[in-house]
């Protein structure tokens, strides 16, 4: 009798514990669905592709805490539901929803000369031979506006036109010149000029520094390379080719140098990075030759960054793709690098870099072959020359310089 007693006060206990959790719901429910929420927000519900904003910026006042105060997801343009979840003055937990849309309003880039030359009948496709894109559209409208014929010899005076999914629009004008092919062409006789090029030793007078080392960047172009030289001539490290496609969705190939050059570098003593030339078109191409350049280079030592080298800008109209979206692969590339415990560089030219790349995560390789730079970003190396002479290697070679600590 006692155990059966004892099971229904337990029984009654749990009941009542049920009981007051039910009421305890609805009277919460109730304040939650009663609690006073004062909203005021700002005039201009818009966000630009991009912009980093908190959800705070949209709230002029509200009577209470904001608990979820995050920067919002700016890299796709529309309507947007933004939650805030805030305490009032009450101490109670509310919620409130409000929309705001981002927007786009960035031209297209059109890229091109002040005027093109053609011959007569020549066959050609301007719109594909003049750079067009836009920040955020994969697709913008690019067309050649004004009338031209390439069958009649003269000048047209033409507009590159540009327009975006947003209606952002870019005209630049530029002239056609149809010429008439030359029937008889006389070469006129040309005086020998003297090679120019810059001997290793005075980069290293120049930019040698507590803060710098000084080095090269090679590949299968350099063909045999005499490493004790190299050493002797105190080249620091080394930028390596690892390999790549020929093309497009081509195979991987290893480059035919690579295995000895990383092989004698380490042996040397010479630090070592590695740059990898893409051919990619999207996010998950890039991935892939990430992960092939990290399963290449396994067993060696490589102490310097990895370096995603893309510059196919020739033909860059047909691959699709927006500045945001290029920038995008080349950070899923490196990513997936910092992934596997190396560093990770964006390597390109100053133009491309103030006109085309977006801001990265990731610190760049530089390409600007002068004697002082006026690239106003940050960098951590700096390609000085593509015609350097350095004692170990026949013919040119890219001199480097490596910042210690980023500029």
């Known amino acids: 009798m006692k155990g059966k007693k004892r099971i229904k006060w337990i029984l009654f206990g749990l009941l009542l514990v049920l009981l007051l959790f039910i009421?305890?719901?609805?009277?919460?429910?109730?304040?939650?669905?009663?609690?006073?929420?004062?909203?005021?927000?700002?005039?201009?519900?818009?966000?630009?592709?991009?912009?980093?904003?908190?959800?705070?910026?949209?709230?002029?006042s509200i009577n209470g805490t904001i608990l979820n105060d995050e920067e919002i997801d700016s890299s796709s343009i529309g309507k947007k539901q933004i939650h805030v979840l805030f305490k009032n003055e009450d101490k109670i937990k509310v919620s409130y929803d409000f929309e705001i849309e981002v927007v786009?309003?960035?031209?297209?880039?059109?890229?091109?000369?002040g005027s093109y030359t053609i011959m007569k009948n020549q066959d050609i496709d301007l719109t594909s031979k003049i750079l067009c894109g836009d920040n955020e559209d994969d697709h913008p409208n690019c067309s050649i506006v004004g009338e031209y014929d390439t069958k009649v010899a003269g000048v047209y005076p033409l507009v590159f036109k540009a327009v975006d999914r947003s209606g952002n629009e870019t005209n630049e004008k530029f002239n056609l010149y149809v010429k008439e092919p030359n029937k008889k062409t006389q070469t006129k006789p040309t005086t020998p000029s003297t090679p120019s090029y810059v001997p290793f030793h005075e980069v290293q007078e120049k930019y040698k520094t507590e803060n710098t080392k000084i080095g090269i960047d090679v590949s299968s172009w350099q063909g045999d390379i005499d490493f004790e030289a190299l050493k002797n001539a105190g080249v620091e490290f080394m930028m390596i080719r690892v390999g790549g496609t020929r093309g497009r969705d081509k195979e991987y190939f290893v480059d035919d140098y690579f295995v000895n050059n990383i092989t004698k570098a380490n042996e040397y003593g010479i630090d070592v990075g590695i740059y990898y030339y893409s051919y990619a078109s999207s996010i998950e191409k890039a991935k892939e030759e990430a992960l092939w350049v990290i399963d290449q280079i396994k067993g060696y030592k490589v102490t310097l960054p990895i370096a995603y080298d893309w510059e196919n800008w020739?033909?860059?109209?047909?691959?699709?793709?927006?500045?945001?979206?290029?920038?995008?692969?080349?950070?899923t590339f490196l990513d997936t690098i910092h992934s596997a415990g190396y560093e990770g560089l964006l390597y390109s030219s100053k133009n491309y870099l103030e006109k085309l790349w977006m801001p990265s995560k990731y610190e760049t390789w530089l390409a600007h072959y002068v004697n002082k730079t006026n690239y106003q970003g940050s960098y951590r190396m700096w390609q000085h020359c593509s015609d350097g002479?350095?004692?170990?290697?026949?013919?040119?070679?890219?001199?480097?310089?490596?910042y210690l600590n980023q500029e």
Do not use: C
């Open 23 to 60: 009421i305890g719901y609805f009277i919460q429910d109730y304040r939650i669905r009663h609690a006073k929420i004062e909203v005021t927000l700002v005039d201009d519900l818009t966000l630009n592709f991009l912009e980093k904003k908190k959800i705070s910026d949209y709230i002029i």
């Open 314 to 331: 020739s033909s860059y109209n047909d691959y699709h793709l927006s500045f945001f979206g290029l920038t995008s692969m080349a950070e």
């Open 389 to 402: 002479r350095v004692d170990g290697i026949k013919g040119d070679v890219d001199i480097d310089i490596l």
């Open 104 to 113: 786009d309003r960035v031209a297209p880039i059109v890229w091109l000369s």
